[in-house]
């Protein structure tokens, strides 16, 4: 047995890592240990890292909020001189097809919980982004329907949106949690929880060690799964490691600057990647959130030709003038999608001594600022700068599912 902390945190990706950094800040003995070489080998090395705030739910709003504020000040969040990672706040915009009405609504929705949102007309995309198409007929990709233009009536737009390295703002949390006194260990598996009758007491990890703790969360990303079993935590969501692809191709600069891009009307997402030259296409549909993956160590890592192909013909219909030439690259990750209602479970997991921060399906990355805080509130009962003020009790394991207009990364 090694000498035990007061938390060990099973996963180092962004979320294991903000949740150590966070309780670190507060002076709480940490071990996050990882069964990987260095940082964000998991869902979060596959990220698009994409923070922007238009939820369903207030809530949810709220903590996308949190979590762009600390990332946009990184260097004040972490306590680190420099960061690796930083917020590139190019704009997102959404582009739906819906009424002006309606995204006015949405605008004000967002408003109201201290989101910079604007309604555009469609002559306000073309006069910000001239390369963009402000078409809002939906386009079907089957080719069987002939596909005529039609402007949007509105579109909403976050002018604070946008996108960060998601390996750097890993590694900037793993050193701000070290450098508060955390420890932060790779190469270190977790194969056994310790119990000593009904209560958890620690971790036995691969090389036959074991850490002690009071409690031990579990951050394992799309192995969580493995884990809550281990534990003997018999965890009610469905939670589904699940296949996600997206395409890189170059940018020419010539077509200036693109925003991000949530293009509901095409199926797809796209956003600026490599300081501009590149462009990053994903998928905003829940059909494209159904390759479950029952073996996180393995699955095809790059996209297939018919996603990539059918992917960047939507991209080419939202940018006319782009030239179809250059290398097209794409990686594959993890979501971890909470089936139920796309939203993670935090907190106590039922074991006495084991919490959960499990299922973030496709927004852990801009939520990971915020869900640390939260733990590491609910631990310390202290309440510092950057934290949140939704209660982690929002996220808890025993909660009903929460209302969502679709069950996807649009949630
Ligand atoms: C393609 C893609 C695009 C995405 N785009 C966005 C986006 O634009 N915006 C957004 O907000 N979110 C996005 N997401 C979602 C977001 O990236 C994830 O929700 C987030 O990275 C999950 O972080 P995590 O720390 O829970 O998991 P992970 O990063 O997977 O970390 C889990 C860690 O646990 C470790 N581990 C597992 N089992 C053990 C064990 N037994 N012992 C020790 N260590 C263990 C693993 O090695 C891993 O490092 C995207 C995800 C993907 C895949």
């Not at 940018?319 to 990750?333: D, F, W």
Request: hydrophobic share 40%.
């Amino acid at each position: 047995m090694t000498a035990g902390a007061d938390v060990v945190v099973v996963g180092a990706g962004i979320i294991g890592s903000s949740i150590s950094y966070q309780l670190a800040r507060r002076r709480i003995g940490v071990i996050a240990v990882d069964k990987g070489e260095g940082p964000a080998e998991g869902s979060t090395g596959a990220s698009s890292s994409i923070c922007r705030c238009r939820y369903t739910n207030p809530e949810v709003v709220r903590l996308a909020f949190y979590g762009q504020k600390a990332l946009g000040d990184s260097s004040r969040f972490t306590g680190l001189a420099e960061t690796i990672a930083h917020l590139h706040r190019v704009g997102e915009i959404l582009m739906t097809g819906e009424t002006r009405e309606k995204v006015e609504r949405d605008a004000a929705r967002l408003l109201a919980q201290g989101v910079d949102a604007e309604t555009l007309g469609p002559e306000d995309v073309t006069r910000l982004f001239p390369a963009v198409s402000n078409c809002a007929e939906p386009l079907d990709m089957s080719g069987d329907v002939d596909h005529v233009c039609r402007p949007g009536e509105a579109f909403l737009y976050e002018p604070g949106g946008g996108y960060a390295d998601p390996v750097g703002a890993n590694q900037d949390l793993i050193e701000a949690a070290r450098a508060r006194g955390g420890d932060v260990r790779f190469k270190s598996q977790v194969v056994d929880v310790l119990r000593e009758g009904e209560r958890v007491t620690g971790v036995k990890l691969a090389d036959g060690t074991s850490i002690s703790a009071g409690l031990v969360i579990n951050a394992a990303g799309p192995w969580c799964n493995v884990l809550n079993s281990i534990a003997g935590a018999d965890i009610r969501w469905t939670l589904t490691p699940t296949r996600i692809q997206t395409v890189y191709r170059p940018w020419p600069e010539s077509l200036g600057q693109l925003p991000i891009g949530l293009d509901v009307t095409t199926g797809t997402y796209f956003r600026p990647e490599s300081a501009g030259q590149q462009i990053m296409v994903g998928s905003v549909t829940a059909e494209d959130e159904q390759e479950i993956i029952a073996d996180p160590d393995n699955f095809k890592r790059v996209p297939d030709a018919d996603f990539t192909q059918l992917k960047l013909a939507a991209f080419h219909h939202r940018i006319p003038s782009l030239e179809p030439r250059g290398q097209v690259t794409g990686i594959a990750g993890l979501y971890t999608i909470n089936r139920e209602d796309v939203h993670p479970i935090v907190g106590p997991s039922g074991v006495d001594g084991f919490w959960v921060a499990n299922g973030f399906s496709g927004h852990g990355f801009k939520l990971a600022p915020a869900i640390g805080s939260m733990v590491a509130q609910a631990i310390s009962g202290e309440r510092i700068e950057f934290d949140t003020d939704i209660p982690i009790d929002f996220f808890s394991v025993d909660r009903e599912p929460i209302d969502v207009s679709v069950k996807s990364v649009l949630a």
